[in-house]
């Protein structure tokens, strides 16, 4: 775990983690009992998600109108003559694939593509 040098290094790092305003405001908990054990498993499975879907070429992370969520790779588009640039894309997501969070989401699409891999929700 990351021990800051100074009390200063510690107050920045805690300002930035939080966003925190220079001075003090007591409505935020201290930088020791934000970031938990519990938490820090929580970033690091949220870091492989976002990791696997930068692997992911032409896949969206998509939502419906029903608060439900899927990444598909599976659609159509324009292709672009000179990326970045205004596109249309179009995709199918089957009924199976729709998650009720971003997570579960991912963690389906991780799984698809790794079938050995398994990342679960804390």
């Known amino acids: 775990m990351f021990a800051p040098g100074t009390p200063d290094e510690f107050k920045k ?5 939080l966003g925190l305003p220079k001075k003090h405001d007591s409505t935020y908990p201290p930088l020791a009992v934000a970031v938990t054990p519990a938490r820090l498993a ?5 870091e492989a998600r976002v990791n696997h879907m930068e692997t992911l070429e032409g896949a969206a992370l998509l939502s419906d109108d029903a608060g439900h969520w899927a ?7 324009n292709v672009p003559d000179d990326p970045p640039q205004d596109i249309s894309t ?9 998650s009720k ?3 579960e989401a991912l963690d389906r699409s991780i799984a698809r ?5 398994s990342i679960s929700n804390p």
């Open 101 to 103: 969070s971003v997570r």
């Open 113 to 117: 593509a790794h079938p050995s891999t």
């Open 13 to 17: 790092i805690e300002e930035f983690i």
């Open 42 to 46: 929580v970033l690091e499975k949220d």
């Open 90 to 98: 179009s995709f199918f997501v089957s009924r199976d694939e729709w």
């Open 71 to 77: 990444v598909s790779g599976t659609g159509v588009q």
